[in-house]
Structures are given as structure tokens and as C-alpha cells.
T-cell receptor, first 117, second 116 residues
Framework: DTEVTQTPKHLVMGMTNKKSLKCEQHMGHRAMYWYKQKAKKPPELMFVYSYEKLSINESVPSRFSPECPNSSLLNLHLHALQPEDSALYLC????????????????FGSGTRLTVV | AQKVTQAQTEISVVEKEDVTLDCVYETRDTTYYLFWYKQPPSGELVFLIRRNSFDEQNEISGRYSWNFQKSTSSFNFTITASQVVDSAVYFC?????????????FGKGTKLTVNP
């Protein structure tokens, strides 16, 4: 299995709703990432997990809450979002880079298109 | 700080033309990786190539070729004999180290339109 699977593919939620995005991989990758991509913009990093521990938080508002319950699964819990949070949310995984001369690249999921109404 | 610049916002060509997408990067790391991704309208990021900083050989894969010039901090991408299916946004990206973890820093992307 060489894929990163994201569910749901599309999500519409109200500003008072609580929802979760899910990301799963079975490649044995121990680094997992959440990126946010607004229309006509590049992906922007939100969070990085390394060995199931949060290692990078790019000053993301607390209405976004990541969770890595095990080495295969990454969740993004959403609560009280704003319309400007509407975007494509991309999950990625990679092997943890232990040596700077060994990097095997990133595998991205196909994303969740989130619309906040 | 690590940074990737793709100066071309949009490029439009006619099918069968060759097209080069420019990428210039900045990093203080001595070892780093550069990537190109393709993003069609459906949204998924399609991996095209990974290049490490200590291998300056150019690479060719079918109609695609990449020119890595460490002296000018550039990693340009050429599509030969472009096709309509090449229409997409193309991102150049740089691996960066932060707090002991790696992350990808993306350029702003170049939207390529190939007209029949």
C-alpha cells in the first residue's frame, strides 16, 4: 500500500459545527503532515508529527486541533471555524529523515475540500 | 530562512511547444532536497522528481527534464513537446529543517495552460 488516504473528500460545515478530517497511511512512515491550501495559493504547512508527537505547529489557531493516535492515523479536529478557513486540506507522510543525505520524499493524499458556511 | 521563488505566475503555450518553468531557491542548509509537484484541477499533488543538493546531474524522464544549477540556486523544469494533459499548476519545493523535523517549503506555483 503506497497511498495516503484522506476522508472525507468533501465537507461542508457550519461555523458552530465540530467535525474531523482523517488521514491514514500504511507505509510505515513515522512523520505525518497537515497542509492547508487556499485557492490559487501554494500549500502551507500547519502541523508536523514525528513518531506520533507534535514537532511543528506553524502558529495555527486553536480551532484546528491535530491528533495522531497511532503511527498510521492522523486526525484534524475542527471546531468553530470561519468561512475563511474554507480550503483544501492535504495530508502527507514521509519516513523520518535521520540522515541529511537520505530523504525518500513525501506522499500526499488527495485532500479534503472544506467549505465553511 | 528557506525560500522558493517561482517568478512565472502563468504560462500559456500551444501544444508541441517546449516550455521551461523556473525555480530559484534560498537555503542555508548544506544538504537539502528539491522537489517538483504537479497539481491538476482535481487537486491532488503528483510527485514528479526529487533531487538532492550533492547530485548536480541533470535528469530526463520522457518529455520531462530538470536542470539543477547549484551555482545559481536554480532547479528548472522543461517539458518538451507539451501536451494538453500537461495543463496544471506546477510547484517547486525545498526541504527545510525546523526543530529537528523536516518540512516542505513550496514556491507560489506556475500555472501552465497548453492550448490545442
Amino acid at each position: 500500500d503506497t497511498e495516503v488516504t484522506q476522508t472525507p473528500k468533501h465537507l461542508v460545515m457550519g461555523m458552530t459545527n465540530k467535525k474531523s478530517l482523517k488521514c491514514e497511511q500504511h507505509m510505515g512512515h513515522r512523520a505525518m503532515y497537515w497542509y492547508k491550501q487556499k485557492a490559487k495559493k501554494p500549500p502551507e504547512l500547519m502541523f508536523v508529527y514525528s513518531y506520533e508527537k507534535l514537532s511543528i505547529n506553524e502558529s495555527v489557531p486553536s480551532r484546528f486541533s491535530p491528533e495522531c493516535p497511532n503511527s498510521s492515523l492522523l486526525n484534524l479536529h475542527l471546531h468553530a471555524l470561519q468561512p475563511e478557513d474554507s480550503a483544501l486540506y492535504l495530508c502527507a507522510s514521509s519516513q523520518v529523515v535521520k540522515r541529511k543525505d537520505r530523504h525518500y520524499g513525501y506522499t500526499f493524499g488527495s485532500g479534503t475540500r472544506l467549505t465553511v458556511v | 530562512a528557506q525560500k522558493v521563488t517561482q517568478a512565472q505566475t502563468e504560462i500559456s503555450v500551444v501544444e508541441k511547444e517546449d516550455v521551461t518553468l523556473d525555480c530559484v531557491y534560498e537555503t542555508r542548509d548544506t544538504t537539502y532536497y528539491l522537489f517538483w509537484y504537479k497539481q491538476p484541477p482535481s487537486g491532488e499533488l503528483v510527485f514528479l522528481i526529487r533531487r538532492n543538493s550533492f547530485d548536480e546531474q541533470n535528469e530526463i524522464s520522457g518529455r520531462y527534464s530538470w536542470n539543477f544549477q547549484k551555482s545559481t540556486s536554480s532547479f528548472n523544469f522543461t517539458i518538451t513537446a507539451s501536451q494538453v494533459v500537461d495543463s496544471a499548476v506546477y510547484f517547486c519545493a525545498l526541504s527545510a529543517t525546523q526543530g529537528g523535523s523536516e518540512k516542505l517549503v513550496f514556491g507560489k506555483g506556475t500555472k501552465l495552460t497548453v492550448n490545442p
